[in-house]
């Protein structure tokens, strides 16, 4: 799921916060938060769904399953 990394950490880039503003909003540690980036882990259900209420997209774009945000 590379492509969940790669879209995570452009949304971030693209609105301008920190993996550490992140991880603070969703309620884990900053190294959590870049396994995420890294596609090393990846959130829960509820963690995925927050992701995509914060940058406003559908968790289908987050997921690449969609290209449509």
Same mark, same amino acid.
């Given at each position: 799921? =590379?492509?969940? #990394?790669?879209?995570? =950490?452009? !949304? $971030? =880039?693209?609105? $301008?916060?920190?993996? =550490?503003? !992140? #991880?603070?909003?969703?309620?884990?540690?900053?190294?959590? %938060? !870049?396994?995420?980036?890294?596609a090393t882990n990846y959130p829960d259900v509820a963690g995925?769904?927050?992701? #995509?209420? %914060?940058?406003?997209?559908?968790?289908?774009? !987050?997921?690449?399953?969609?290209?449509?945000?």
């Open positions: 799921m =590379k492509i969940f #990394a790669e879209r995570l =950490k452009n !949304l $971030r =880039k693209e609105t $301008r916060r920190t993996s =550490k503003d !992140l #991880a603070e909003f969703l309620g884990i540690s900053q190294r959590a %938060y !870049l396994y995420y980036e890294s995925l769904i927050k992701l #995509a209420d %914060y940058f406003g997209v559908t968790t289908d774009y !987050l997921l690449g399953r969609s290209q449509e945000r």
